[in-house]
C-alpha cells in the first residue's frame, strides 16, 4: 500500500440519484478517499444530490456540472484532468450504479503499489456477475474477447470500468486525443496505458447488475465499440 496515499474516485453520472448517496458513503468509509462526481446535466436532479453531498462533507466531495454535449468519454476526460490538477496520487474510475462495489477500493490501492494500473477484474475467476441475465453475459464477454482479439492486449477484462490509476501514468496518456465517448474510452484508455509500457495488473471483483436507474448503453454506444479496436490498432505510434 502507498503510505499516505491521496486517493480521488472520478465517478461519471447520468440520472443516478437512487444510487450516487449510497455510493459516495461506501467510498468516504475509507480514510483518505475523495469523491470527484462528473455529472452530465442528469434530468432526474443528480447534479443536486451530488451538491448536497459535497455540502456535507466538505473537502471530501466535488463535483464537476457539464454542460454542452453528454458522454461517459468527454466526461472521464474532463474529470480526470480534474484530478491530476487536485494532486491526488492514486486516481480510481469507477460506475455510480452500484456495480462496482467500493469494499474493492483498498484492494486496487494495494495492487497499485507494484503497478501503474490495477483493473478490478470480472474475468480473473471464471466470470463474476450478479444478476445478470444470460444474454449480458454473452454480450459482455463476446465485447472483452473480440477487444482482446483485434487489439492483442493481455488483460482479462479489457472492458471493466473500475480501475486504479498511478498519477504517472494517468499523466502520460493522451487524454486530449482520445477518440471515443462511449464504453470505447475504457478501451481506448487501457490501450493507450499498454503501449506505453504501463505495468497493468488485475484484482479479482464481483461485478453485481444495477438495480435501480437506467442502463444508458445505446445501439451508437455498441457499435462505437466494435469500430474503436481498428481504429486503435491504425493509429500512429506517439
Ligand atoms: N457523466 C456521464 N455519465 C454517464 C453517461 N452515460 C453513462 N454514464 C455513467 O457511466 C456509468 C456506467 O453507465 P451504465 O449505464 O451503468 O452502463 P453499463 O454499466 O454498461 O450498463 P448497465 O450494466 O446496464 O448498468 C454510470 O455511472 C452512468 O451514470 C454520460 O453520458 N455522462
Ligand atoms: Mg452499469
Redesign the pocket.
Known sequence: MIPNADCLVV??????RENLPTLARGILAHPGYRLLV???GSPDGTGQIANALAEEHRGRVEVMH?TGP???G??YVDGLRRGLASGARLIFQM???L?HNPEYLPALAAAAADHDLVIGSRYLTGVSVVNWPLH?IFLSAFANRYVRAVTRMSPTDCTS?FRCWRREALERLPLDAMVSNG?AFIVEMLFEASRRGCRIGEVPIIFV??RQ?????SGRVLAESLIVPWRLLLRRRP
Request: net charge neutral; charged share 40%; glycine share 10%.
Open positions: 465517478v461519471p453520472t447520468y440520472n443516478e462528473v455529472d452530465d457539464r453528454r458522454g461517459l468527454r466526461s460506475d455510480a450504479d456495480s449480458r470500468g464504453y447488475e444495477r436507474g437506467q442502463s444508458k448503453v
